[in-house]
């Protein structure tokens, strides 16, 4: 079974483990799902990279210390598709606020309050608790709530099945696999749910087939007949045009600086833009909850703290200081304790934790201290050319990491 020890140290060698497959062994093998137990062909890298308790740059440094790029390509690329999906919606914020008052709307439907549907509600609930019927769909729900980890093919088939089989709304499909995934992140999962359904690249939607399940799942699955094999895309939305990315202030010198960790980024050690600072202070929350107004996995609230933890006490090591959690209730001491004049936080992206940040700015900016958000070089080199589709990108990845002095 997977299993993903929330550290960066566990993701450091889980990296140096993966790297003799990572060449034409991941090209070959990437798309087969053997079950929990065979998941040698995969990095499960995923939980601690979108935490950033190890970085894409990190990652594709020591794959191309290994690789020439032509045998690492497919993996590098599949790190990227991270960096593509973050960027896009960077560009169209828009996209996740529309995702959110969709959800708002089905989540009415499944309430208890005037707006409830009843026979809808009880779909739902077949499907959440893996009672559908199909085999195949419903031990992946049981392995999403036990493990936080499905294989990439086996979303995309997951995702069909909910859309095009089960019929019900993308939008509380991407909801499930945010409040049970490990890794769960605003942009991949829900563009990758937009993509499934063909609202992403307009017309093209995913359609599992059994025969080709049976295939990659090494025959463990096969649920001929059971599914919708000719259903058409959902009808298309509007899309915003794409936006640009934002310089960002640095942070000042001479001003008694503290650092905050929050679950985009848990690597403080690594931060841009912190040399010459007067940090005197670190300290950090994590708001887990803050993913769905349902509830959110007891194993993603657990992960996701017991990873600041990991967070707080490398960054305290690496500074020399305290590094403690700090609740919104303790936060106007701990501000006032260290005489706080600016907070340096890593630049969150578009999702819950933005929004708990941009909370935070306004907090305090009403006591006059400035909030400064830093992009690490990746992010600032990948994220304008996710504007397009994932080929446009693809075909900057090498002279992109070359600029980012990655050999
Ligand atoms: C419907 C759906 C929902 C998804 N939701 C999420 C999500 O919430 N969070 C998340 O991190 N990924 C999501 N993904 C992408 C992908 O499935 C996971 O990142 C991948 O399965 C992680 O396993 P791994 O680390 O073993 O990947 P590997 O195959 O070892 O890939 C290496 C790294 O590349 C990145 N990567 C690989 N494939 C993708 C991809 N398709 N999109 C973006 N990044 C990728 C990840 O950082 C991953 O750790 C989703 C995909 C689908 C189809």
Request: glycine residues 6%.
């Amino acid at each position: 079974m997977p299993n993903f020890p929330p550290s960066r140290a566990d993701a450091l060698a889980r990296l140096a483990a993966f790297l003799p497959r990572a060449g034409a062994h991941y090209a070959n093998e990437r798309n087969a799902d053997r079950g929990p137990a065979a998941r040698d062909n995969v990095s499960l890298l995923s939980p601690a990279v979108r935490h950033r308790l190890i970085s894409e740059a990190e990652i594709a440094a020591a794959v191309l210390d290994r690789y020439a790029f032509s045998t690492s390509e497919k993996f590098i690329q599949e790190v990227c598709w991270r960096s593509y999906w973050k960027g896009w919606l960077e560009l169209r914020p828009q996209v996740w606020a529309d995702y959110q008052a969709a959800l708002s709307v089905q989540i009415e439907r499944i309430g208890d309050g005037p707006g409830v549907d009843r026979p809808f509600r009880k779909r739902w609930q077949a499907a959440v608790d893996g009672a559908t019927g199909i085999a195949c769909f419903d031990d992946w729900v049981e392995e999403l709530r036990s493990t936080g980890y499905l294989h990439n093919h086996t979303r995309m088939w997951f995702a069909s099945i909910w859309i095009f089989t089960l019929n019900l709304p993308w939008v509380l499909g991407a909801d499930f696999f945010y409040r049970h995934l490990l890794d769960g992140d605003p942009a991949s999962n829900t563009l990758s749910w937009r993509w499934v359904a063909g609202l992403q690249t307009r017309g093209k939607h995913y359609l599992a087939r059994a025969d080709n399940i049976q295939k990659y799942t090494a025959n463990r699955y096969w649920p001929k007949g059971e599914l919708n094999e000719d259903a058409a895309p959902l009808p298309p939305d509007e899309l915003p045009a794409a936006g640009r990315i934002a310089d960002l202030p640095p942070p000042k010198a001479g001003l008694r600086t503290a650092l905050w960790l929050h679950e985009d980024d848990l690597c403080a050690e690594s931060w841009p833009a912190l040399a010459g600072l007067d940090v005197v202070a670190i300290g950090g929350d994590v708001t887990p909850a803050a993913r769905s107004r349902l509830p959110v996995s007891e194993a993603v609230t657990g992960w996701t703290e017991a990873a600041l933890a990991d967070g707080l006490d490398r960054a305290g090591r690496h500074f020399g200081l305290p590094a403690v959690r700090i609740t919104p209730s303790q936060r106007h001491r701990w501000l006032e304790d260290h005489r706080i004049e600016q907070l340096v936080t890593a630049y969150p992206t578009v999702g819950p934790v933005a929004e708990t940040v941009a909370a935070l700015e306004r907090e305090l900016a009403a006591r006059g201290i400035a909030l400064i958000r830093v992009r690490r070089a990746w992010d600032t080199a990948f994220w304008p050319h996710a504007g397009k589709g994932f080929f446009q990108l693809r075909e900057k990845i090498r002279p992109l990491l070359a600029e980012l002095g990655i050999p």
